[in-house]
């Protein structure tokens, strides 16, 4: 990261307010300074009145916290720990530290908390307890967690470090293990510099975490040692600061899920962003505003942080999985949720003074530099013709068409695809669907599956059938700047559209070819076929491109316009090598991309090869011929300029 940019906007700004200073004040006056006092009963009280129920103990900090639970639970040597591999270290380290051995559990699919279905498989006759972490604010499944661990007979310890105040059915987190650990470091929800607590379900465990955080002695046994233990105190001081903050910890709760209701404006609709799927009955608490960019965004975290940093914004990527660290790697193997999480998720500022302005400025600044960075394709910086605005608007940038008949169990799997690869360029995109009356679920397929996504628009089509009669109806009916047609059975390699798309900002065609280097279809007799059929066309036509047959490509609306689209589509044959000829005579610039599909990879191709292709040379012979007569009876020169 570059330090030459000044920070507007840390990610954490601790607030200390009047309560605060006044009660520390009071600590110093009255000299009760170190961690005997009023205020750290007070602050345990209080503490487990307002996020309990349960038996608090103030400890110096949340790792400590956490190593003394273990303790308090008789984990020892030997013993194997569940948690979970994406996770801050403080949750695992201490599992170690005691002589036990952590067990890194691979992360949820659409929440990067715990997986909790993995489980079974980390269980040994050595595994005493899970350390469930609430990650980032968002509550994990800890009732299934904590129904396995019951089953199991396994004690469970949740890490709250990061979801003071978070629920489950209305009960907070912290209260479903048999004990809760809190951190009360300088960016936490709640603060006293630094600190900690243990929040056991029994008195007992309480009493025990209070003996391992004395040295082992008993409050009324002084200097007699019945365990080894720490010293884990927190300060009077830093307890009169905890109950100033407590006092107010309803409205900071508020105000930061406020926060995060604006940040949402921004990306709960952005499809470049992921959505958690979490179930209704979990209120997730804002410790650090945390979105995650979808795998399809092709956007680099990284660079989009350092890019926010430029615009004074800092941020913080999400943890490394403990296995990729060297720490850890020895306790667990790399999952996939893990790695994706912990490389495409951020945290952004957020702490209770900054102003819904801020904010706002904050949320833009993200979208903005995500698409930014969308579109710079092979180094080059693109002009950013897509409106920087996120909401959703009448404008269309991008037209899909794909033309149908009988595509069922391809047509909408493609789709899917595309609106992952479209929204990585706009969100302003549709998908049109142009069937030729298909006989299977082609049509109802798509319809059940996008049923909301307004974007997806379905036409059966009733006049005179056929591929390029559909494909000119679609042309009607997009309202794009920017047009995409393709095969509905993936013949076309839906995973170049967005590239395409990107490069049509450059050239008047990009379409996509068999032939150019990296491209290629199965070396059997369709390819060689089609390469004499093509070679055909090239020296016929005199077209500068290699496939003339791909009819897969993008053009701007308003040149695809231009050419003669009568006598393009609504001709009997292949429209794609009238289109660039049509193209050529108009001098357009054609960028021929390779589609890298070896082979028609799931559409089984309806009609006879052999057939189309000497269909094709007739119709080809025929186009030509008419080329020639009319060029006889036409003035137009830059005819003669091309042949
Ligand atoms: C999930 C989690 N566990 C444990 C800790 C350790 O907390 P402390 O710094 O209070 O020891 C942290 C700190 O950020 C954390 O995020």
Known sequence: ????????????????????????????????????????????????????????????????AIELA?????????????????????????????????????????????????????LSPKTKAIVAVHLYGVPCDIKPLVA????????????CAEALGAKIEGNYTGTFGDIACYSFFGNKILTTGEGGMCMAKTLELAEMIKL??????????????????????????????GVGQLESIENVIKRRNEIHEIYQEYFSKNERFLNL?????????????????????????????????????DTRPFFYPLSSTPAFNRFGDNDPNSDYFGSHGFNLPTYTTLTNEDIRFIGAAVCKNAEKQNLQVNGMTLPPVYPSNNQASEKIDISVILPTYNEENNCARLITILRKQMISISQNYEILVMDDQSTDRTVSEIEEKFVSDSRIKVFVRSGEKGLALSIYDGIAKAKGNYLLIMDSDFNHDP????????????????????FTTGGGMDSSFRWWGSLIFNTWLRILLILPTQDNLAGFFCIKREKLESLDLDAIFRNYGDYFFRCLYHAKKKRY????????????????????????????????????????LNRQQTTDNRLSLVF
């Open 1 to 64: 990261m570059n330090s030459l940019h000044p920070i507007h906007y840390p990610v954490a700004n601790p607030s200390i307010g009047d309560r605060e200073k006044e009660y520390l004040q009071d600590c110093i006056k009255s000299n009760w300074i170190s961690s005997s006092g009023k205020y750290i009963v007070q602050f345990e009280k209080l503490f487990s009145k307002k996020l309990g129920p349960g038996h608090c103990v103030a400890v110096s900090n949340c790792t400590v």
């Open 70 to 122: 273990l303790r308090a639970l008789g984990i020892t040597l030997g013993d194997e720990v569940i948690v979970p591999n994406l996770t801050f270290a403080g949750s695992a380290a201490p599992i170690q530290r005691i002589g036990a051995i952590p067990v890194l559990a691979p992360t949820a699919k659409n929440n990067w908390n715990i997986d909790v279905n993995s489980l079974k498989n980390l």
């Open 148 to 159: 396995f661990a019951k089953e199991n007979n396994l004690r469970v310890i949740e890490d």
């Open 212 to 241: 391992y955080k004395d040295h082992g002695m008993m409050p009324k046994e002084r200097y007699w040692h019945r365990v080894i233990g720490y010293n884990g105190r927190m300060t009077n001081m830093q307890a009169a600061v």
């Open 277 to 313: 799927e979490l179930d209704d009955t979990y209120t997730c608490v804002t410790w650090l505003e945390s979105p995650v960019l979808q795998r399809e965004s092709q956007l680099d975290r990284n660079q989009l942080q350092e890019d926010l940093r430029r615009d004074g914004i």
């Open 495 to 514: 995973s170049v559209t967005s590239k395409m798309v990107q490069f049509a900002l450059h050239y008047d065609i990009v379409s996509g070819s068999r």
């Open 589 to 628: 610039s054609i960028l021929e991309i390779p589609i890298y599909y070896n082979e028609r990879t799931y559409g089984i191709s309806k009609t006879n090869f052999v057939k189309t292709l000497l269909l094709y040379v007739k119709e080809s012979l025929k186009f030509r011929f008419q080329t020639l």
